[in-house]
């Protein structure tokens, strides 16, 4: 029995979010993501912090630190 509520979407204004341009350049699972863990607020930067979700928020900084590990820079302090 599939039970989908509309409302559970529909819960944020899409108009004050928007996917976040991080994730989607990095992330090649982005697509496959729920709809709410693609979206940032709109009035923030596209950090971790300004996801919607838990989800959404762990992703962006695991791409951050995968983004961190693999240009490995020599000078770091
Ligand atoms: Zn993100």
Redesign the pocket.
């Known amino acids: 029995m599939e039970h989908r509520d509309p409302a559970v979407i529909n819960r944020f204004d899409t108009r004050s979010s928007r996917p976040?341009e991080?994730?989607r350049e990095l992330d090649p699972q982005f697509p496959q993501r729920r709809p709410l863990d693609q979206m940032?607020v709109t009035s923030r930067k596209?950090i971790?912090s300004a996801?919607l979700t838990e989800d959404?928020y762990v992703?962006?900084r695991m791409?951050e630190l995968r983004q961190i590990t693999s240009s490995a820079p020599l000078t770091a302090a």
Request: charged share 10%; glycine share 10%.
């Open positions: 976040c991080f994730c940032v596209a971790a996801h959404g992703r962006h791409l």
